[in-house]
């Protein structure tokens, strides 16, 4: 469906530019903006080489298992049904680390595979469980320690002070995770009262 409205937005726009006679201009703002996605592209590929590279490091150093089994507590009150030592609880703990280090690309397949697990522990059913849905929620809103991606974007338009980014989006991401806990906790809870 998204792939139709994609193609559909698209035509539109190129019908209306020879309609106005400004398909010139089209056609130079896809060249240029080509161009400068394959720019950002390379100046995201070293940063998140960079992030990635370190995350190896610190998890064949045992610090992401260290950091996993500290929040363990913690996700696994946000997740009781999901047994402490089933492979979604592991999934999961990983999304959220990459996710912490800002690391979203890194984060979709660990939260692909979480949802996997997840689905399997709900028998395989089409319908989502309630720790499907809380995932879902806490992986949105994604609370971020050092926003790898923006500082990125950042350092590729020469910003002047790159890193300015980090401590509004701590803020703003503990603020939507929280809201995403309360919100999920909220529907749960009306939802089993009138159940």
């Given amino acids: 469906m998204v792939n139709i ?10 019908v209306f530019a020879m309609i106005n006679g400004t398909i010139n201009e089209v056609n130079e703002a896809i060249f240029n903006g080509a161009k400068e996605a394959v720019t950002l592209c390379i100046g995201l590929i070293s940063i998140l080489v960079f992030w990635l590279g370190m995350m190896k490091i610190a998890e064949d150093a ?6 996993a089994s500290l929040f363990r507590p913690i996700v696994k009150k946000l997740f009781p049904e999901v047994p402490g030592d089933h492979p979604a609880m592991g999934y ?3 999304n959220m680390m990459a996710n912490m280090f800002g690391l979203g690309n890194a984060a979709t397949p660990l939260g692909i595979k979480a949802m996997e697990e997840l689905k399997r522990l709900n028998g395989g059913k089409n319908e989502a469980s309630r720790s499907m849905i809380t995932f879902l929620a806490i992986n949105t809103s994604s609370l971020t320690l050092i926003p790898t991606t923006v500082i990125a974007i ?14 509004p989006t701590l803020v703003a991401t503990f603020c939507s995770t929280l809201a995403a806990i309360m919100i999920d906790r909220y529907f749960y809870y009306r939802r089993t009262r009138k159940g």
Avoid: F, H
Wanted: net charge positive; charged share 10%; proline share 3%.
């Fill in 154 to 167: 950042r350092m590729n338009y020469n910003s002047a002070s790159p890193t300015d980014i980090v401590g």
């Fill in 62 to 67: 045992g610090l992401l298992n260290k950091l």
């Fill in 92 to 94: 999961m703990l990983s």
């Fill in 5 to 14: 409205i994609w193609v559909m937005l698209t035509a539109i726009g190129l």
